[in-house]
């Protein structure tokens, strides 16, 4: 474990954050958004942009509302209104605007601290060599009341260290992605 931490890999404990968007998708009304929160169907324009909304609804921090144009921006669609802005501003909430839409407004909504990195080996490291190692490992959100609310602790990546002995101890030479926990060997 020593070794994945202070390795090529350079695991940042850093705090994680996630943004939330107050403005859904343009043209979007709330129905048809809810309506694509499970399924593939415009995947980019709805679920990628607007798919932390659910646990939060879900959670009762948020409520979805059909706009009218102006508010957001013409011709009105479906936005989130957080349910108590005070105690989410407490909690670490920072408004933001960001990215435009194709009307030309500036989007506007929320960037959330949800935990911080960790890092889990959950099997024992194999030898492959003399001197070689394997090692799965993973790299998830140990989260905060934000981040249970918004699904963080779903945010896993799966990888495997190759490690090589040396005078010092052992010591990480490649990593590589695994696409869940059983292409790790």
Known sequence: MASLTRSLITHDTATVFRRVWEDGPPWFSCAEVIAKFDGHADRAAVHDQVGNWRPLVIAGWLVLRDTSA?????????????????????????????DTF?????????TVPVGRPQISVDTRPRLTANDTASAPF????????????????????????????????????SARNATRKTDVP
């Open 70 to 98: 102006g508010v957001v921006s013409e011709p009105g669609w479906c936005a989130a209104q957080l349910t108590d802005l005070a105690r989410l501003n407490s909690r670490g909430w920072i408004t933001i605007e960001r």
């Open 102 to 110: 194709p009307t030309g407004r500036r989007r506007r909504g929320w």
């Open 138 to 173: 993973v790299v998830s959100v140990a989260v905060n009341v934000n981040g249970a609310a918004l699904g963080a602790d779903r945010d896993s990546v799966y990888r495997e260290a190759m490690l090589v002995r040396t005078d010092e101890g052992w010591r990480v030479i």
